[in-house]
């Protein structure tokens, strides 16, 4: 029944990065809210800047049974074909995730390679767009988010 949240690169710096982008909440305050909104389900939480360790994570969530992805793939999102075949091969509900709104940006963010394979995308709602995402993503595999 678990919950994978795979964060992508730079996501390490949240809270000190372009903050008038991506605010100044840091990735640790945004793993103790999803882990408070995922309640008594199950959750990973990860974060990487080597392309390489998202997919071993990807891949570990379907040899495990991982029910659902919330994926901030960040720079990867327009880069990554490895990235978006490992989520191809994920049979679970799978959420794109952005705190920024990405088509509100330059022309280069604005073509997703992940958003043809994720089940729902949540972009905009700044870092506590992972809240809403781990809801949803409860809703989708059928679990009682709090």
Known sequence: MTIWILNGPNLNRLGKREPEIYGR???????????????DTPLRFHQSNAEYEIIDWIH????TGGRGIVINPAGLTFTSVPVMDALKMFPGPIIELHISNIHRREAIYHRSLVSPVATAVVAGLGARGYV???HALAEMIGQDAP
């Open 60 to 63: 570990e969530a379907i040899d």
């Open 132 to 134: 809403h995402a781990v």
């Open 25 to 39: 909440t840091t990735l640790a305050e945004v793993e103790t809210w999803a882990r408070e909104a995922a309640g």
